[in-house]
């Protein structure tokens, strides 16, 4: 019966080794399976604060340009109402030839548009509908002609029209 006893505390104490080898076998493979778990949470939460950087960054510069944007939009609608404006306003082109003196006469005419062709110089169109007026500072008459002639020659997009001196 001893023999019995010994051999179930034999038993026992093999059982005991193997039971102290396994817990040490599986508290080795779980530390691996922590540490590798951990050392993979730092990397992925390193890559999400790089992310999440970028994303913070990219948000400001967003907003940056919807500001800019925003006043874009606004300067087009001022100006374009401005355009508006214009465009309906009543234009006056006046051409000076010459500068006033003592010994200068003043000399007016009206400027019309040409009928376009060829070889002939066309106006913009924000000019085309505007009217036209020449004034020029001249000794005589004569000068005066031919300085508009040089100015406003035939293949011009104005023809001198209603020439004359002013009074005064």
């Known amino acids: ?4 006893i010994l051999a179930a505390g034999a ?3 093999m059982a005991i080794a193997f039971l102290w080898s396994w817990r040490f076998v599986v508290e080795t493979r779980l530390k691996q399976a922590v540490g590798s778990a951990t050392e993979r949470m730092r990397g ?17 510069q967003l907003t940056t340009k919807q500001t800019e944007l925003a006043s874009l939009r606004k ?5 374009r109402a401005a355009v508006k404006q214009a465009s309906a306003s009543d234009f006056i082109v006046l051409h000076q030839i010459g500068e006033p ?6 000399f007016s005419c009206s400027l019309v548009l040409t009928q376009p062709g060829e070889g002939k110089q066309d106006l913009p169109s924000a000019l085309k509908a505007a009217e036209h007026l020449a004034i ?14 040089l100015q406003f020659p ?3 997009a104005l023809r ?6 002013k009074a005064g």
């Open 160 to 165: 001198v029209t209603g020439f004359h001196r």
């Open 136 to 149: 020029v500072w001249s000794e005589e008459e004569a000068t005066a002609r031919r300085l508009l002639d």
């Open 11 to 13: 038993v026992g104490l």
């Open 44 to 60: 992925v939460s390193s890559h999400k604060n790089q992310v999440q950087g970028h994303y913070e960054q990219r948000r400001a």
């Open 101 to 106: 003196a003592k010994d200068k006469q003043e």
């Open 154 to 156: 035939a293949a011009g």
């Open 1 to 4: 019966m001893e023999e019995g």
């Open 75 to 79: 300067q087009v609608t001022s100006l």
